[in-house]
């Protein structure tokens, strides 16, 4: 599996920004898609999954106050994963990494690139 990630740019506190994570080589069917972010600095941290079949078992991490403000789903047709990230705060700042596992595996072990998220304040 190789994944894609990008849409990350410079955006002022409050904005917007929709990430992309696009799949390709070996199906995905049968693996969750998580969104993973790294902060200067700070170790990396889960920001949210998603279960690839259907859509559902959506996850936000607590620690980090995304859930309310970013929003993970995804799109079968074009194999790809969004993180839709809203109210954006310049703690959000960090390289942002889709990641995929099997559904009942307890690691990622398909990674994508960074993309770069930089919140303005």
């Known amino acids: 599996v190789q994944l894609q990630a990008y849409g990350g740019g410079l955006v002022q506190a409050g904005g917007s920004l929709r990430l992309s994570c696009e799949a390709s080589g070996r199906s995905i069917v049968g693996h969750s898609v998580g969104w993973f972010r790294q902060a200067p600095g700070k170790e990396r941290e889960f920001v949210a999954s998603?279960?690839?079949?259907?859509?559902?078992?959506?996850?936000?991490a607590n620690s980090n106050s995304v859930e309310g403000r970013f929003t993970i789903s995804r799109d079968y047709a074009k194999n790809t994963v969004y993180l839709q990230m809203n109210s954006l705060k310049p703690e959000d700042t960090a390289l942002y990494y889709c990641?995929?596992?099997?559904?009942?595996?307890?690691?990622?072990?398909?990674w994508g690139q960074g993309t770069l998220v930089t919140v303005s304040s």
């Open positions: 990641a995929a596992k099997l559904e009942f595996a307890t690691k990622y072990n398909y």
């Open positions: 998603i279960r690839w079949n259907d859509g559902t078992n959506t996850y936000y």
